[in-house]
T-cell receptor, first 113, second 115 residues
Framework: GENVEQHPSTLSVQEGDSAVIKCTYS??????FPWYKQELGKRPQLIID?????GEKKDQRIAVTLNKTAKHFSLHITETQPEDSAVYFC????????????FGTGTRLLVSP | DAGVIQSPRHEVTEMGQEVTLRCKPI?????LFWYRQTMMRGLELLIY????????DSGMPEDRFSAKMPNASFSTLKIQPSEPRDSAVYFC?????????????FGPGTRLTVL
């Protein structure tokens, strides 16, 4: 089955810096890669996703890149703000998995003012 | 739409008691997922349903856990008997997968504490 690894487990940055979180996956059949943000005590919420037919997707200060050959994908947050502080989860869905998300272990991002 | 609804939001029980968690998915969604979140194990998929039919229950930890979806608007996750190691936040999520959309919408979660 699919296995998703995520690094780093914690990341501290100063406000205004960029933050990068990286994930690798094992199943070459995976074709959908969402990123969820979970604020303290709240539910995970989708912030951006990418499908395997594109290499990069941007949404304002957030971007995701995908390298299918290397089987890794990354989340990039530019001009970080204190409200970006949260736990970020990457995930992968195999086209044989009927919507089954396999999550990474999460990255706790702390943005200091 | 009110989003995914879960009840109760908090549950404190004693070891050995039966616990039932409830979920109402977003109307029209055809997939429903149960997750468990702990510090040690992260976010784990327990079971998911498509059109009320269980598709994959390989994440259910043991026979003490069971889940049902009697209709499109209601699902339960039952733990009997409960143990302290079951303490976690349990999330329900739903999606409209048949449309090709894969975003899962999570409920607010149920924080379970087993003493």
């Amino acid at each position: 089955g699919e296995n998703v690894e995520q690094h780093p487990s914690t990341l501290s940055v100063q406000e205004g810096d960029s933050a990068v979180i990286k994930c690798t996956y094992s199943d070459s059949a995976s074709n959908y890669f969402p990123w969820y943000k979970q604020e303290l005590g709240k539910r995970p919420q989708l912030i951006i996703d990418i499908r395997s037919n594109v290499g990069e997707k941007k949404d304002q200060r957030i971007a995701v890149t995908l390298n299918k050959t290397a089987k890794h994908f990354s989340l990039h947050i530019t001009e970080t703000q204190p409200e970006d502080s949260a736990v970020y989860f990457c995930a992968a869905v195999s086209n044989t998995g009927f919507q089954k998300l396999v999550f990474g272990t999460g990255t706790r991002l702390l943005v200091s003012p | 739409d009110a989003g995914v609804i879960q009840s109760p939001r908090h549950e404190v029980t004693e070891m050995g008691q039966e616990v039932t968690l409830r979920c109402k998915p977003i109307s029209g969604h055809d997939y429903l997922f149960w997750y468990r979140q702990t510090m040690m194990r992260g976010l784990e998929l327990l079971i998911y349903f498509n059109n009320n039919v269980p598709i994959d229950d390989s994440g259910m930890p043991e026979d003490r856990f069971s889940a049902k979806m009697p209709n499109a608007s209601f699902s339960t996750l039952k733990i009997q008997p409960s143990e302290p190691r079951d303490s976690a936040v349990y999330f329900c999520a739903s999606s409209f997968g048949t449309s090709g959309k894969t975003e899962q919408f999570f409920g607010p979660g149920t924080r379970l504490t087993v003493l």
